[in-house]
C-alpha cells in the first residue's frame, strides 16, 4: 500500500465518529435529547421532512459507493486473474505435465481436482478484497462525488472535505446516477479488455519444456513422452486451463464480499447525516496530494470515475494489481483491538491471525462433529465464522450440523449466506436437503439442478432430484443418508463423486431431469495417449517444516509477513513494551501456524500422481 493511502486506513469512519460523538469541537455531534414540553408539531413536520431528505441523500450515497465498491472488486479482481494466469498457471502446467506428460492438461484440464485447487486460492483471495480494494474504491467514489460538487460549484473544506448536506439540493442529479448504477447487470469476473494475451506466459513455458524435456543434444536426448511436436499441446492446455481459471472464478459473487465496508455504508454511515463527513476527512488529505503531484483537470475534464485527479483505473494500462501491494502499515484503532490482536499488528498480520483463529475453531468443530456432539460443533463453527466472515466454508459446515440437528431452518439460512459468496455444490445441496425437510420440495428442485450443472457427475444431487420428480418408482432414488457430510469444506467439492461413470449415462439422466446437458467439449486437435489417462492429484501444502513448526514463509500470503515476522524488534513512540508485545505474538502465530492443517495459496501445493 503506497505511503500517501496509509492514513486513509488509520482514520477509519467508525473510529471517526465515535471520536466526534465525544469530542465537544467535533463539527457533528449527536446527542439524545428528551424533552418536557411538547414541541410545535408544524416546526416538528419541517425537522422530520428535512431529516427525511437528508436521510435519502445519505442513503444514495451509501447505495453509491456500495455498487461502485462491488464494479471496483470484480475489474481489479479480473486483473488479479490475468496476472495468476499468466504467472502462476505455467508453473501449475509445467508440474502436471511432469508427470502427465505433454498432453494431459488438454483432455484433463476441467477435472475437479483443478476446479477445486482454483476455488481454493480464489476463495482466499476473495477474503481479502475487504482489505485490499475498499481503501481505494472509497477513496475513488469519494474523489467522484468532489468533482461531482465542484463542477456544481459546491465549495469543498481543505481540512474536513465534502460536506454531505452541501449536495441535498443536488440530490435529483445523485439519485439518477444512482439508478443508473442499479440498472447495470451485476458486477462479474471478465478479462480486461485493455490486457493482451497470454503470449508471454506461453513462451516462458514453452522455453521451461525445451530446457527439461526437449533434445538438448545428442548426449542429452529428452523424455521419450516428448518426442515429436510437444508444443501444440503445451499450448493447447494452457489455453484451456486459463479457460478453467475464469470459469471458476465467476462461481463467485462479488456482492457477498466486503462486510466490512458493507456493513458501515448500511448500518453505522446511512441515516446519520454525516457520512461524506467522515469520508472527506480520511480522503481528502489524499487526493489534495495527488492532485499538487498530477495537477487538477478543469471543467468538463472532472470525471464522475475519478481520473480527473489523476487517479489510475478504468481499463488503462496503469490498472493497478493490488494484491502485489504489500498491507504493511498499522491500521487498527484501540477500540478495534480484540482477541489478541494488538494495535501494533500490520493488516497482513492481522489477516493472517484471523485466519489462524478461525481455522483453529473450524477444527474444534469438526472435532466435535465426528464425536456426535452437533450442538458443540455449531458454536465452534459459528465463531469461526464471526472471527473470518470473508470465508464461505465455515457456513457450509454449520449448515451440516444444523442438517444433523434437524434445524432445518438454520441450515437454509447457513447455506444461503455461503452461496451469497461462491455457488458451490455442497451450498445448494446442503440447502436443498433443509428445503426438503421444510416441505418445500419445489425451492429444492432448482437448488439440486444448479448443482448438477456444476458438477454433472455428482450421484447424491441426482438421487435426490430424481426422489422428488419421480417418486413412485425409479429404483434407484433413495436419499444420500449414508454418506455424512465432509467437514473438509474449506476446498468446496461434492460430498461424493463417481469413481467412474459412462458418459452416454450421465447425460441421459441430466436429460431426464431437467437439467441442461453439459457443453460438449471440443476434442483436442491430436489423439489421446495412454499417459493422458492417468490419475493426479493437487495437495495444498501445510505450514510447518519438517521439524514441526511454522514459518511466516511458508504461509506467505502476497504480503510481507515473513519480513515483518523475523525483523528486528524494536520499541515505538509511546510504547515502551511493544517489543516484547510483538517476540509474544511472533511465537504464537508460528505455534498456531503448525497446528493450522492447510493454507490455500498459488504457490503452495504439489502436484502427485495417484495410479
Sequence with gaps: MPAKYSHVKKRSASGLLKKEKNSPNGHHIIKDTHH?????????????????????????????????????????????????????????????????????????????????????????????????????????????????????????????????????????????????????????????????????????????????????????????????????????????????????????????????????????????????????????????????????????????????????????????DIWEIDLDFGGLDPEECAGGVDAEMTIGEMMEWRYLRAEKEKEKGNAAYRKGDYEEAVKCYETAHGIESELPHYQLNLAAAYLKLNNWMEAENACTKALQQHRSVKGLYRRAKARIMLGRSEEAIPDLRSALRLQPTNEDAARELKALLFPLGEGDQGTSNSHPPSMDDSNPSSSKQ?????????????????????????????????????????????????????????????????????????SRPGKEKAGTTRSWKTKEMDRMRAECVTYPSWDRYLVKRVD
Aim: proline share 6%; hydrophobic share 35%; glycine share 8%.
Design 498 to 570: 463417481p469413481s467412474s461413470f459412462p458418459k452416454a449415462k450421465i447425460t441421459e439422466d441430466l436429460r431426464r431431469l431437467g437439467v441442461p446437458e453439459p457443453k460438449s467439449t471440443k476434442q483436442p486437435p491430436f489423439p489421446r495417449t495412454k499417459a493422458d489417462d492417468r490419475k493426479l492429484k493437487i495437495t495444498l501444502l501445510s505450514g510447518q517444516t519438517e521439524n514441526g513448526t511454522g514459518t511466516g514463509k511458508l504461509r506467505k500470503m502476497g504480503t510481507s509477513i515473513a519480513a515483518d515476522l523475523n525483523r528486528p524488534q524494536t
Design 36 to 320: 418536557s414540553r411538547t414541541p410545535n408539531p408544524h416546526t416538528d413536520r419541517a425537522i422530520t421532512q428535512a431529516m427525511s431528505a437528508v436521510s435519502q441523500l445519505e442513503r444514495a450515497i451509501a447505495r453509491i459507493l456500495l455498487i461502485r465498491y462491488e464494479q471496483d472488486i470484480a475489474r481489479l479482481f479480473s486483473t488479479r486473474l490475468y496476472s495468476i494466469a499468466l504467472v502462476h498457471l505455467p508453473t501449475l502446467v509445467m508440474r502436471c505435465v511432469t508427470l502427465g506428460g505433454p498432453g494431459w492438461l488438454a483432455f484433463n484440464h476441467d477435472s475437479e481436482d483443478i476446479k477445486d485447487f482454483f476455488r481454493a486460492a480464489i476463495s482466499m483471495d476473495m477474503r481479502q478484497a475487504g482489505e485490499r480494494v475498499a481503501t481505494k474504491s472509497v477513496l475513488w467514489s469519494y474523489t467522484a462525488l468532489r468533482h461531482f460538487a465542484l463542477s456544481n460549484n459546491v465549495s469543498v473544506c481543505s481540512k474536513l472535505g465534502l460536506h454531505s448536506l452541501r449536495l441535498l439540493p443536488y440530490y435529483p442529479a445523485l439519485k439518477a446516477h444512482l439508478d443508473a448504477l442499479e440498472a447495470m447487470p451485476p458486477s462479474t469476473f471478465t478479462k480486461p479488455p485493455h490486457l493482451g494475451s497470454l503470449q508471454e506466459g506461453q513462451s516462458a513455458l514453452e522455453d521451461a519444456c525445451e530446457l527439461k524435456f526437449g533434445w538438448v543434444n545428442k548426449l542429452a536426448p529428452g523424455n521419450t513422452e516428448w518426442e515429436g511436436d510437444w508444443k501444440p499441446k503445451i499450448q493447447y492446455g494452457y489455453e484451456k486451463l486459463s479457460q478453467t481459471l475464469w470459469r471458476v472464478a465467476r462461481e463467485f459473487d462479488v456482492r457477498g464480499y466486503g462486510n466490512i465496508l458493507r456493513e458501515k455504508l448500511t448500518t453505522k454511515w446511512c441515516d446519520c447525516g454525516c457520512s461524506t463527513d467522515h469520508l472527506g476527512e480520511v480522503c481528502e488529505r489524499t487526493v489534495r496530494e495527488d492532485e499538487e503531484e498530477s495537477g487538477v483537470r478543469l471543467g468538463k475534464q472532472r470525471e464522475w470515475d475519478g481520473r480527473g485527479s489523476g487517479i489510475y483505473g478504468w481499463e488503462t494500462e496503469e490498472e493497478e
